[in-house]
């Protein structure tokens, strides 16, 4: 997470606006509707049928969502952790380290006009004063957005959507170049007149944060999180609005545009997501293909195909989704026998008829792979472009896959048999190694520019995150795989809180907090938090998964590990 001085985060373009004279306003008051009628799962249905709709102009909004046989919204009985319960428990007792996570995600909250907004990055757990950052970052907010959804405090996470949605509106310039419409801000921080008693908003896009870069990956997250808004509460009014159908529209008009593309991922530059600096992620990134993935699923699910201009993009949508499937189902996807495959490519084909379609050399395989494939087991690399393939294992994208569904079952499954065969290097001491294996040397040097925060084993370089325990957590209880998440946060909470959670660990194993690494980091104590929910209730799931859907399953050609 990178960006200017707390003092830096007031855009040189954005006006600040009093948000008053926003439309959206209106629907802070208005509380969700719960509904609880159940008919046929909207998840469940196939892109073709949804396709159909589109077409025929049926309406999508009572077929929210899926996991109806796990999942239903509302109240119910409170869990030990203080989280909605279902019928169906499992009984043990809390651990002592949760209510004290809890205190100190409160303490985070930052109000706007009296109403809560957001979780800044980092409040001292003592003395409540705000450190390093006083901004709300879209993409660290998430799992606190989780875990107030799980804890039946859903308005928080409504003035969020809603407050950002009202960003995406403002005019967003870098010097003299103009962003695009459907952009979301990186961050925004509550500006305070004590004279006037007045609150304003102030967002970045990109203009403040190191290195310019800006974040492609906010407006996937808030789709991401209006659907698992919807999905908690029951309450389709808000994600039904012109205003949120419009912002929908926005983002993937923005992601969907024709170009000179001949593939369908997108293309992106370095330090655009949570890889905020340069790590050599330009280009087809795992983490943006996965939650661009899932964004597309979350949108055809929220559009109403009877609002104007909704057909036609969710023509484009269903479109897109067959495609990018395929792609990274077939052309990212790396086992044992893949991996022979490559090796054995020749180069330089010409014609349809080629093996080696993207011009892979043999020889820039590096030799860490070959000890580091296990006979069962495999995951997608972290991108693919002509003549080059990035063959490090990425946290976020890879599990991201499995709750999308983007990974098959079968793939799935296989990235579960990698973590646990190769439990040394991709958890360590502390979950959950962001990137592996780390870069170094001369690598290091052209890779980063010499970046001394991404030193060898170190924040990005190969770091260690407590944040991603929740997607682990997510992707262990979605493939049935509950003793790696127990195992995960067993060794989490033998630390965190000891060491006044920090942001992330460095060292190969992840035994030494980061040389630069933030304390009391709000995403690291709410990933924990939502992990512990979901592992006790598991129907949480249903708010950040998607079925697979049978109608994109291709063919697949290539070899894969769960058919030895």
Same mark, same amino acid.
């Given at each position: 997470m990178e960006a200017a001085g707390a003092g830096a985060a007031t855009p040189s373009h954005a006006p600040m606006v009093d948000t008053d004279d926003f439309d959206l306003s209106r629907l802070l008051n208005h509380r969700p509707r719960i509904n609880v009628e159940r008919q046929r799962s909207f998840d469940d249905r196939s892109? !073709?049928?949804?396709? &159909?709709?589109? %077409?025929?102009?049926?309406?999508?909004?009572?077929?929210?969502?899926?996991?109806?046989?796990?999942?239903?919204?509302? #109240? #119910?009985?409170?869990?030990? /952790?203080?989280?909605?319960? @279902? @019928? /169906?428990? &499992?009984?043990?007792?809390?651990?002592?380290?949760? #209510?004290?996570?809890?205190?100190?995600?409160?303490?985070?909250?930052?109000?706007?006009?009296?109403?809560?907004?957001?979780?800044?990055?980092?409040?001292?757990?003592?003395?409540?004063?705000?450190?390093?950052?006083?901004?709300?970052?879209?993409?660290?907010?998430?799992?606190?957005?989780?875990?107030?959804?799980?804890? !039946?405090?859903?308005?928080?996470?409504?003035?969020? &959507?809603?407050k950002t949605l009202l960003l995406q509106g403002w005019e967003k310039r870098i010097d003299r170049f103009k962003l695009g419409e459907g952009a979301m801000p990186a961050s925004f921080k509550v500006l305070k007149d004590p004279k006037r008693g007045v609150d304003t908003l102030a967002a970045d896009?990109?203009?403040?944060?190191?290195?310019?870069? +800006?974040?492609?990956?906010? !407006?996937?997250?808030?789709?991401?999180?209006?659907?698992?808004?919807?999905?908690?509460?029951?309450?389709? /009014?808000? +994600?039904?609005?012109?205003?949120?159908?419009?912002?929908?529209?926005?983002? %993937?008009?923005?992601?969907?545009?024709?170009?000179?593309? /001949?593939?369908?991922?997108?293309?992106? +530059?370095? !330090?655009?997501?949570?890889?905020?600096?340069?790590?050599?992620?330009?280009?087809? $990134?795992?983490?943006?293909?996965?939650l661009f993935f899932m964004s597309l699923r979350c949108a055809l699910l929220l559009l109403k195909p009877e609002a104007e201009g909704n057909k036609d993009i969710m023509e484009r949508i269903v479109t897109r989704l067959h495609a990018l499937s395929y792609h990274m189902r077939t052309y990212f996807w790396l086992d044992f026998h893949q991996l022979n495959d490559i090796y054995r490519f020749k180069t330089e084909e010409y014609s349809h008829t080629?093996?080696?379609?993207?011009?892979?050399?043999?020889?820039? *395989? $590096?030799?860490?792979?070959?000890?580091?494939?296990?006979?069962?087991?495999?995951?997608?690399?972290?991108?693919? @472009?002509? +003549?080059?393939?990035?063959?490090?294992?990425?946290?976020?994208?890879?599990?991201?896959? *499995?709750?999308?569904? &983007?990974?098959?079952?079968?793939?799935?499954?296989? *990235?579960?048999?990698?973590?646990?065969?190769?439990?040394?290097?991709?958890?360590?001491?502390?979950?959950?190694?962001?990137?592996? $294996?780390?870069?170094e040397g001369h690598e290091w040097q052209n890779v980063t520019g010499c970046d001394p925060k991404n030193t060898r084993w170190s924040y990005h370089n190969g770091g260690s995150w407590p944040v991603l325990i929740w997607l682990l957590t997510a992707a262990c209880i979605k493939t049935g795989r509950l003793k790696i998440a127990r195992r995960a946060i067993d060794l989490a909470e033998a630390r965190l809180a000891r060491d006044s959670w920090p942001e992330y660990y460095d060292g190969k194993l992840g035994r030494y907090v980061g040389k630069q690494a933030r304390k009391h980091q709000t995403w690291s104590i709410a990933g924990y938090l939502v992990a512990k929910m979901m592992l006790e209730d598991p129907s949480h799931l249903g708010m950040i998964s998607l079925e697979e859907d049978k109608a994109m399953n291709p063919v697949l050609k290539r070899s894969a590990s769960w058919t030895v």
């Amino acid at each position: 997470m990178e960006a200017a001085g707390a003092g830096a985060a007031t855009p040189s373009h954005a006006p600040m606006v009093d948000t008053d004279d926003f439309d959206l306003s209106r629907l802070l008051n208005h509380r969700p509707r719960i509904n609880v009628e159940r008919q046929r799962s909207f998840d469940d249905r196939s892109l !073709g049928d949804l396709y &159909l709709s589109a %077409m025929d102009g049926r309406g999508a909004g009572g077929y929210m969502d899926s996991y109806e046989s796990m999942y239903s919204p509302g #109240g #119910g009985l409170r869990s030990l /952790t203080g989280t909605p319960a @279902s @019928s /169906t428990r &499992l009984s043990f007792e809390p651990h002592p380290l949760v #209510g004290d996570a809890w205190d100190a995600l409160r303490r985070s909250l930052v109000c706007f006009r009296g109403q809560p907004l957001g979780t800044i990055a980092a409040v001292d757990s003592s003395s409540g004063e705000v450190l390093n950052y006083d901004q709300v970052f879209v993409r660290d907010f998430v799992p606190s957005a989780l875990a107030f959804l799980m804890n !039946g405090e859903p308005e928080i996470v409504k003035n969020f &959507l809603l407050k950002t949605l009202l960003l995406q509106g403002w005019e967003k310039r870098i010097d003299r170049f103009k962003l695009g419409e459907g952009a979301m801000p990186a961050s925004f921080k509550v500006l305070k007149d004590p004279k006037r008693g007045v609150d304003t908003l102030a967002a970045d896009f990109g203009e403040s944060a190191i290195g310019r870069v +800006a974040p492609a990956d906010s !407006g996937f997250w808030w789709i991401i999180l209006l659907r698992a808004y919807t999905k908690s509460t029951g309450d389709h /009014t808000l +994600a039904e609005t012109p205003e949120c159908q419009k912002g929908i529209r926005l983002i %993937m008009n923005q992601c969907l545009a024709e170009g000179f593309d /001949t593939f369908p991922t997108l293309l992106c +530059a370095d !330090g655009c997501c949570m890889i905020d600096r340069r790590m050599g992620v330009y280009g087809y $990134p795992i983490e943006i293909q996965a939650l661009f993935f899932m964004s597309l699923r979350c949108a055809l699910l929220l559009l109403k195909p009877e609002a104007e201009g909704n057909k036609d993009i969710m023509e484009r949508i269903v479109t897109r989704l067959h495609a990018l499937s395929y792609h990274m189902r077939t052309y990212f996807w790396l086992d044992f026998h893949q991996l022979n495959d490559i090796y054995r490519f020749k180069t330089e084909e010409y014609s349809h008829t080629a093996v080696n379609k993207f011009n892979v050399i043999p020889e820039s *395989i $590096p030799d860490w792979l070959f000890d580091f494939m296990p006979s069962r087991g495999g995951y997608f690399v972290g991108n693919v @472009s002509p +003549a080059r393939m990035d063959f490090r294992w990425f946290a976020l994208g890879n599990c991201v896959a *499995i709750l999308a569904s &983007l990974a098959t079952p079968e793939q799935a499954g296989a *990235i579960m048999d990698l973590i646990e065969e190769r439990w040394e290097d991709l958890i360590g001491e502390m979950p959950l190694k962001i990137c592996y $294996p780390a870069i170094e040397g001369h690598e290091w040097q052209n890779v980063t520019g010499c970046d001394p925060k991404n030193t060898r084993w170190s924040y990005h370089n190969g770091g260690s995150w407590p944040v991603l325990i929740w997607l682990l957590t997510a992707a262990c209880i979605k493939t049935g795989r509950l003793k790696i998440a127990r195992r995960a946060i067993d060794l989490a909470e033998a630390r965190l809180a000891r060491d006044s959670w920090p942001e992330y660990y460095d060292g190969k194993l992840g035994r030494y907090v980061g040389k630069q690494a933030r304390k009391h980091q709000t995403w690291s104590i709410a990933g924990y938090l939502v992990a512990k929910m979901m592992l006790e209730d598991p129907s949480h799931l249903g708010m950040i998964s998607l079925e697979e859907d049978k109608a994109m399953n291709p063919v697949l050609k290539r070899s894969a590990s769960w058919t030895v």
